[in-house]
């Protein structure tokens, strides 16, 4: 038997229907909805008198449009307003399970699946949202889908799918200390662009990636959608089966034996082959800090704003140059003496418990900068207990930061949590896009550690010079409770 | 599914690379929901600025190409969100083709499910065309997916592919629901198959 990547195995396990080498009808075993593109396809599906085929296999929750600062008044958006309530309507016409805005499970859709342990190795995930790639970390083949194909997912449990190209990005060495599973997504982003993995499943390989935590592989996994690839995955090992073991939807006893052993035989064989591979030097990675408008425009923390002539093709000039006056920055500024006004730690990229650890280590016993307004807000509620149980929420507070409910919040600004026309933020969320977190707003992309210290020193700083308080490790964490 | 079978019109030419779906359709019109009504909301903060004033620096807002059908944009179209309302609003301020080097994959997908058809030409082939749009002397292109050919009126003639499920879906006016639920049978029999120990989503919202 040949060797097979984990995406071949994957796939050729799910196809149902139609040309596996040309386009399938692929099987979904589990189908993550919220409430921003799903009313269109709950309406599509009752046009076409269809129903939900699975409810058991799909989940929703709300997030994008909820409110984080508190929960007893209602969403003053008369609109969001009917959003949520139609997708509490919907679900409970068609028997689907919601984790709804005042239930003790509620969270971004990318931290409760895998922390309820329904995202498992093998398993194909799709989600109406792009960053869908997250539970990519698990060895599972998870994609961002649009409402028409959420509406087929509905009525029909599979999606039409042509196979992928597969890339393997491989990592090499060991991350050295303050680089964090952030700055491998930009540095990888930074290297293969925005649209280098176009068309592709990124697998993540090489010592480091296995060296790093499940909450450091969905970061990884999750920045994969902004170098334009369909998915990214990692393959399952003993970490993964350590971290899904006593969660509530995986199996106990004998039978969590045999899941395992499933989960395991899904990596990706010795010696399988990809159709392309970049290999990435661990050790050579650093803290970084967008610059621009889109993820790939990157640099080191210790570097500088390029300057025009460094793109070599005037196209490039024309879009650095929209990117530099967009961000108000100068060709040449150092990032380190760029200010922030905003800090926003959060979203599914970074808000889990690890990310809030790391950013707390930098905060402890520190004060926010006067001018910096920061905030936290925990990817979901058993986030927030859980950082609440080890006092991280008292140590941002003593800081002076504002301790949030959980939901997406800033990092798309569809709720009040938004920038202002001309605020600068140092975020942890995952997109600069031109007026992402608010009109006129202006975005860098770091990891928590990096965001914590900006948040102290009202500018960029290089985490790696600061001293930081070791946090105890946090006792076994399970979603259960 | 709205068919596509061949379609001419005005050009527009909105040459930035990576223009993703936060720019088609802002997060603030994301809490609707409905499908139509987004033409207002297209590419919103680049069109007007805070008083609502169309930007004299914006592409599109040339008076030349209102009335275009079809748009001419740069490398990796749509990349970012997979929010649909971009194809919805690109569709609902009356485009019906969108011509670039590359695209999203999400947003090609979300595209062709509404008739919107993404059609990728060379590098080459698409600054010709920008230079031919930016005259502003009302050029036009026909765009013939049967023949999966692109003409105009000056002799430029290029072939490009669309996914055959796609073309066939588009040519047709097939619904790839119904051409799904016509395998209901294979759905089943793979259901039979599945391991019992794979999770489901029903008692973790109790
Ligand atoms: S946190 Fe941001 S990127 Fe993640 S699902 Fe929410 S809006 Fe999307």
């Keep these: ?481 | 599914m709205r068919p596509f079978t061949e379609h001419e019109g005005l050009v527009a030419v909105l040459p930035r690379d990576d223009v993703d779906t936060d720019q088609i359709i802002p997060k603030q019109f994301l809490s609707r929901t409905d499908r139509d009504g987004y033409g207002d909301a297209c590419f919103f903060a680049w069109r007007l600025d805070e008083a609502g004033r169309p930007r004299p620096d914006f592409e599109l807002n040339h008076p030349g190409f209102r009335g275009a059908s079809v748009l001419v944009a740069g490398r990796n179209f749509g990349c970012g969100s997979s929010r649909e309302h971009a194809a919805w609003a690109l569709l609902d301020s009356g485009l019906r083709v969108v011509v670039a080097p590359s695209f999203g994959d999400i947003f090609t997908v979300n595209a062709l499910q509404n008739g919107l058809l993404p059609v990728a030409l060379p590098a080459e082939a698409v600054r010709t065309l920008v230079g031919r749009g930016e005259r502003h002397d009302g050029y036009r292109l026909t765009v013939d997916l049967g023949r999966q050919e692109v003409r105009d009126g000056e002799g430029l003639r290029v072939g490009f592919t669309v996914d055959p499920f796609w073309r066939d879906c588009l040519l047709e006016g097939r619904d790839p629901v119904a051409m799904a639920l016509h395998h209901a049978a294979a759905i089943s029999a793979h259901e039979a198959l599945r391991s019992p120990l794979l999770p489901v989503s029903t008692g973790l919202d109790t």
């Excluded at chain 1, 698990?138 to 994609?143: D, I, K, N, R, S």
């Excluded at chain 1, 009525?155 to 491989?170: F, I, K, N, S």
Aim: charged fraction near 20%.
């Design chain 1, 1 to 481: 038997m040949t060797a097979r990547t984990a995406y071949a195995k994957i796939w050729d396990a799910h196809v149902v229907a139609g040309d596996p080498r040309a386009r399938a009808l692929l099987y979904v075993d589990l189908h993550l909805v919220h409430e921003v593109t799903s009313p269109q396809a709950f309406q599509g599906l009752r046009a076409a008198g269809r129903t939900v085929r699975r409810p058991d296999l799909t989940l929703a929750t709300m997030d994008h449009n909820v409110p984080t600062w508190e929960r007893s008044r209602p969403t003053p958006d008369p609109v969001a307003q009917e959003q949520l309530r139609q997708l509490e309507e919907n679900c409970r016409e068609a028997g689907i399970p919601l984790l709804g805005l005042h239930h003790a499970r509620q969270g971004i859709v990318h931290v409760i699946g895998p922390e309820l342990g329904v995202t498992q190795p093998g398993m194909t995930v799709v989600c109406g949202d792009s960053h869908t790639a997250t539970h990519g970390a698990f060895g599972a083949l998870a994609f961002g889908i649009g409402t028409s194909e959420v509406e087929q997912v509905l009525a029909t449990q599979c999606l039409w799918q042509a196979p992928a190209a597969t890339l393997e990005v491989r990592i090499e060495g060991a991350l050295p200390a303050g680089v964090t599973a952030k700055d491998i997504a930009l540095g990888v982003i930074g290297r293969i662009g925005v649209g280098g993995g176009r068309g592709s499943v990124i697998e993540y390989t090489g010592p480091v990636v296995r060296a790093l935590s499940m909450e450091g592989r969905m970061t990884l996994c999750n920045m994969t959608i902004e170098a334009g690839a369909r998915a990214g995955l990692v393959s399952p090992d003993e970490t993964t089966v350590r971290y899904l073991e006593g969660r509530p939807a995986v199996p106990g006893g004998a039978d969590l034996a045999r899941a395992a052993a499933a989960w395991l035989a899904v990596a990706s064989d010795p010696g399988a082959t990809f159709d392309r591979t970049e290999t990435i030097d661990g050790t050579a990675l650093v803290p970084y800090v967008t610059w621009g408008t889109t993820p790939a425009m990157v640099v080191p923390v210790t570097g500088h704003v390029p300057t025009l002539d460094a793109f070599p093709t005037e196209a490039g000039r024309r879009t650095a140059e929209r990117a530099l006056a967009y961000m108000d920055l100068a060709e040449g500024t150092p990032i380190e003496a760029i200010t922030v006004d905003r800090v926003f730690i959060g979203s599914c990229t970074n808000s889990r418990l690890e990310d809030l650890r790391a950013a707390a280590e930098v905060v402890l016993g520190r004060r926010a900068h006067p001018r910096v307004r920061a905030m936290v807000v925990p990817g979901s509620q058993t986030v927030k207990r859980e950082a609440e149980a080890l006092g991280l929420d008292r140590i941002f507070r003593d800081a002076g930061f504002e301790w949030r409910e959980a939901g997406c919040s800033m990092c798309l600004g569809m709720n009040p949590d938004v920038l202002l026309p001309g605020e600068r933020c140092a975020s942890t969320s995952n997109r600069n896009f031109e007026g992402r977190q608010g009109a006129g707003g202006r975005t860098h992309l770091v990891s928590p550690a990096m965001a914590a210290a900006a948040a102290l020193h009202g500018h960029f700083v290089d985490v790696r010079e600061l001293a930081t308080t070791r946090l105890p490790e946090p006792p076994a964490a399970r979603a259960g409770g």
